[in-house]
């Protein structure tokens, strides 16, 4: 191994602060989590930090990217946007016709294209069949995969 693969550096935010940071990647700065060193500077939320606080990034580009591990048996690092908390709108609010067009695409899903009928489950596989279709269909499957 030749160094560390997120070396410390610093970086200039929008506002004029200067923080360090986990390196750069693809352009945008890169921050660990938080309590460790280079951890995300006030102002910067992820998409579900965001939602958790009833906003929405709203169109803005990610400033910064957060990097976070998996715990053990998904054991890998990853990262993910950071949005500017100034920048981010409030969340639009349900209306009825948010709750028409969410119902009827439920109602799609548990459509089953084989029988051409409704099901109480959402319907499966890339012919979108109930799961009686499904498993009565299992052995063309397993003929296409031979
Ligand atoms: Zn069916």
Known sequence: MSGRQWPFGETTLWDGRTVFCRGTWEGLPVFAFRGRPCAAPKGLLTRRQLR??????GGQDPVALLMFRHVKPFRRVELCELFREDLA?????????????????????????THQGHVD????????Q?????????????QEAA
Do not use: I, W
């Not at 958790?52 to 990034?57: D, I, L, N, S, T």
């Not at 489950?121 to 979108?128: A, I, M, Y």
């Not at 799961?131 to 499957?141: G, I, L, M, P, R």
């Open 121 to 128: 489950h959402f319907v499966r596989g890339p012919k979108k």
């Open 89 to 113: 709108v409030p969340v639009r609010p349900m209306t009825p016709a948010k709750e028409k067009a969410l119902a009827a695409a439920n109602q799609a899903r548990r459509f089953c294209h």
């Open 52 to 57: 958790a606080k009833g906003q929405r990034p």
């Open 130 to 142: 109930c799961s009686v279709c499904f498993s009565a269909d299992e052995t063309t499957y397993e």
